[in-house]
């Protein structure tokens, strides 16, 4: 079974930033594409990021600019850098990969962005 955890989660003012990080565990990781989605208190859970095996990116428009995903192979590893976090920010963020068509996701980490 895939596993996926996330780490980095926290307290932080507006105008700062933050580093997210997820491990992968019984995955083939160079293999596949990861992403990252967060849920805000009485929202969906909408899409953030993602990187592809060959390390392309694609990011939701709110966070483009502000966001830097990256990811390595050697580590199985998957990065979130935040930069220039609001108030809006503020979610639990979810580590995400699809394989085989089956949705694997992590219990995710909550980023708090407050004064």
């Known amino acids: 079974q895939v596993q996926l955890v996330e780490s980095g989660g926290g307290l932080v003012q507006p105008g700062g930033s933050l580093k997210l990080s997820c491990g992968a565990s019984?995955?083939?990781?160079?293999?596949?594409?990861m992403g990252w989605y967060r849920q805000a208190p009485g929202k969906q859970r909408e899409f953030v990021a993602t990187i592809t095996s060959g390390s392309n990116t694609n990011y939701a428009g709110s966070v483009k600019g502000r966001f830097t995903i990256s990811r390595d192979n050697a580590k199985k590893m998957v990065y979130l850098q935040m930069d220039s976090l609001n108030p809006e920010d503020t979610a639990v963020y979810y580590c995400?990969?699809?394989?085989?068509?089956?949705?694997?996701w992590g219990k995710g980490t909550l980023v708090t962005v407050s004064s």
């Open positions: 995400n990969t699809n394989i085989n068509r089956v949705n694997y």
């Open positions: 019984r995955i083939s990781f160079s293999r596949y594409a």
